[in-house]
């Protein structure tokens, strides 16, 4: 279910990209260092943390990013959307990266590949809406990033 979630979430922020407030180059950058950011701090956040404390962390943040977007997305700030959707995307990349590299802390080897594949078949036939969903009227999509952030901190505790 955390996988699913966070598969969910990765693609519809990736889909909802062309309909964030502002400039989509400037978001696109952000999106790249955002990427950047998550990839290096999931590394970090599993070498200290258990992966349920890592994947509470990546999925609080993302929930909370989502929130402030939530609230701010009609803002005159220009720089605050950047800001959000940075973090937004910082917790749903650290959430997936986490979910890779952790299965084969979970499983043992001998299981990995069938892991894999299973949750990726499920997880693939439930993101294939994400790109539906993100060409909902505004605020459908990030509402819905919301409620997946909330139920993967549920079902990953």
Not at 11 to 20: D, P
Not at 23 to 30: E, G, H
């Amino acid at each position: 279910m955390v996988w699913l979630h966070g598969s969910f979430n990765f693609y519809l922020i990736t889909f909802y990209l062309k309909y964030f407030p502002g400039n989509i180059f400037v978001n696109a950058m952000c999106f790249a260092f955002a990427d950047l950011i998550a990839y290096s701090c999931s590394g970090i956040v599993l070498k200290f943390f258990y992966i349920r404390q890592g994947m509470f962390f990546s999925y609080s943040l993302s929930l909370v990013a989502g929130i402030l977007y939530l609230l701010n997305y009609n803002t005159t700030i220009p720089w605050l959307i950047p800001v959000l959707v940075v973090f937004a995307r910082i917790g749903g990349s650290m959430s997936f990266n986490i979910g890779y590299v952790s299965v084969s802390r979970l499983f043992p080897t001998k299981f990995v590949t069938s892991v894999f594949g299973i949750v990726n078949f499920f997880a693939h036939l439930i993101t294939v809406g994400s790109p539906i969903v993100a060409e909902l009227p505004e605020p459908i999509p990030f509402v819905v990033f919301c409620v997946n952030a909330s139920f993967a901190i549920v079902f990953g505790l």
